[in-house]
């Protein structure tokens, strides 16, 4: 009979997998990749404002929602801000890097999206800590919640600059964080000591959302036809969101 360690490891090795998603992006040729690129960033924008008033802010409202909670939510958009300022400080003063598209919104989104995945390795962990059952149904909504966030976390990578080759590495690098929170779990034994990563990735994911990939969607060339397919994917992102929750 397999233990709770061997469950929850290969659970999330396998939600890491998810990350991979974005190979199959890799056939296409750049100008129908660049078409549909903004289209994926605003999918991306409302899966990640979905995920947080969807799926983390309940969580959250879950244990009663305090002023620390605030504070947490806060210092992830402080944090988040700090981080950008630094890698902006770090291009200006570094002219050798100038050359490279990346921008910091890359950076930003890899931190959120490893504190994203970090979470998600605790839950499963969590779960299996009740029951196999549970975590067999917590590690199924997991990887279907996974799928729409991976396809948009790979676009804003590739709209950031990175090719296809190093934006597939990193974004599965970044997924593989959630075998540590799971391991963080399993070793204190559901310990709740890390329940502030949820308000504080919730304040990461909102500052990213919101002061980077909405600016990033108003850049392009207004017509109403571009506003209303970022305004439909956007939707999209949510309502997927949405649905994830009637798996959980």
Request: hydrophobic share 55%.
């Amino acid at each position: 009979m397999p233990s709770v360690w061997t469950n929850t490891i290969l659970s999330v090795i396998i939600v890491s997998l998810i990350s991979l998603i974005g190979v199959f992006f890799l056939s296409l040729k750049e100008k129908k990749l660049n078409k549909i690129l903004h289209l994926l960033v605003s999918f991306a924008t409302g899966a990640l404002f979905g995920d947080v008033f969807i799926h983390l802010m309940p969580k959250i409202a879950e244990k009663g929602f305090t002023t620390s909670a605030s504070f947490s939510i806060l210092s992830g958009l402080l944090v988040f801000f700090i981080i950008e300022k630094f890698v902006q400080w770090h291009h200006c003063h570094h002219p050798e890097h100038q050359h490279h598209k990346e921008k910091p919104l890359a950076t930003m989104n890899l931190v959120g999206d490893g504190l994203h995945n970090l979470i998600d390795g605790m839950i499963v962990a969590g779960s299996y800590l009740l029951s196999f059952e549970i975590g067999l149904a917590t590690t199924l909504a997991v990887l279907l919640h996974e799928i729409p966030q991976e396809i948009g976390d790979f676009a804003v990578l590739l709209y950031s600059g990175f090719s296809k080759a190093k934006a597939l590495l990193f974004n599965f690098l970044s997924a593989l964080t959630s075998i540590i929170g799971a391991v963080f779990v399993l070793a204190l034994a559901g310990s709740q000591k890390f329940t502030f990563l949820i308000p504080f990735t919730v304040g990461g994911f909102i500052y990213i959302a919101g002061a980077d990939l909405l600016p990033e969607l108003h850049k392009e060339k207004y017509s109403f036809k571009t506003a209303f397919t970022q305004l439909i994917a956007m939707v999209a992102g949510i309502a997927i969101m949405y649905i994830l929750v009637f798996l959980e």
